[in-house]
C-alpha cells in the first residue's frame, strides 16, 4: 500500500479495472478470549476453572476444558471439599465410612461425572452447538471430558488497508461488514460465510 502501488495496481490507471484479491492475513489470526488474544498453539488457563487452547488461530478456533472432575451421585454423607493450595473439589472420604471392600480408587472410578460441556453454567450435549450472543459459536466436541471448541463469530480487521473500512453490520448479522474500492477483492474463511454474504470464499 505505501511502496508500490503501482505494481499492485492500486493506482488510478488504464489498469484500474482489473482486480486484485486482498491477502487472507487481512484479518488477524489470533484466538479471542474475553478481550484477551492468543497465538496458534498457546494455552492459558480460566482462574480454576478451564485449560484453554488457541487449535487454528486464522479461524479464531479454540477448545476449553474443565480443570476439575465434575462429580455427580455421591454416595450420602459424601462432601466435595477444596484443601488448600488446590483448585478443585475433591470428594471428602474421612467423614464417610466406606466397606473395606470399597477402596477410595474404586469409589473415585465409580462415582459418575457429569457427561456434559459446561459453559457458562449451561450443560451441553455430546455434538451440541451454542451461539454465545455475537461473540462465539461453540460446540461440545466431548461430553466426557468436558472439552468444547469455540470459534469467534466475526473476524479482526485489524490490519486493514487504509483504502478499506468497516460499515455497521447489516440487519440480521453480527458482524460489521469490509467495503473496498472495486479493484480490491476480499476473501473470506468459508467458515464464516453466513456472516460475510456476498464476499470471494476460501
Known amino acids: 500500500m505505501e511502496n508500490c502501488r503501482k505494481t499492485c495496481n492500486l493506482c488510478n490507471s488504464s489498469r484500474s479495472t482489473e482486480h486484485t484479491t486482498m491477502p487472507q492475513n487481512t484479518s488477524t489470526a489470533v484466538c479471542e478470549y474475553k478481550g484477551n488474544q492468543y497465538s496458534q498453539g498457546e494455552s492459558w488457563k480460566v482462574d480454576c476453572k478451564l485449560n484453554c487452547t488457541c487449535v ?34 475433591e470428594p471428602d472420604i474421612h467423614e464417610f465410612m466406606i466397606d473395606e471392600n470399597w477402596p477410595w480408587p474404586w ?15 449451561h450443560q451441553y450435549l455430546q455434538g451440541e452447538s451454542w451461539k454465545d450472543d455475537c461473540k462465539q459459536n461453540c460446540t461440545c466436541v466431548d461430553s466426557h471430558e ?32 469490509v467495503k473496498c474500492p472495486s479493484s480490491i477483492e476480499i476473501t473470506i474463511p468459508i467458515a464464516y460465510k ?9
Not at 469409589?107 to 453454567?121: D, M, P, T, V
Not at 473476524?155 to 473500512?165: F, K, T
Request: charged fraction near 15%.
Open 107 to 121: 469409589l473415585r472410578h465409580n462415582l459418575s461425572s457429569i457427561e456434559a460441556c459446561l459453559y457458562k453454567g
Open 56 to 89: 487454528d488461530a486464522s479461524l479464531g478456533d479454540y477448545s476449553c476444558k474443565d480443570l476439575c472432575y465434575k462429580y455427580v451421585n455421591l454416595p450420602p454423607g459424601v462432601k466435595l471439599v477444596v484443601k488448600p493450595g488446590s483448585c478443585c473439589a
Open 146 to 177: 468436558g472439552v468444547y471448541s469455540c470459534r469467534s463469530i466475526c473476524l479482526n480487521w485489524s490490519n486493514l488497508p487504509p483504502v478499506c473500512h468497516l460499515v455497521d453490520a447489516p440487519p440480521g448479522l453480527c458482524c460489521q461488514q
Open 194 to 202: 453466513d456472516e460475510y454474504p456476498g464476499y470471494i470464499y476460501v
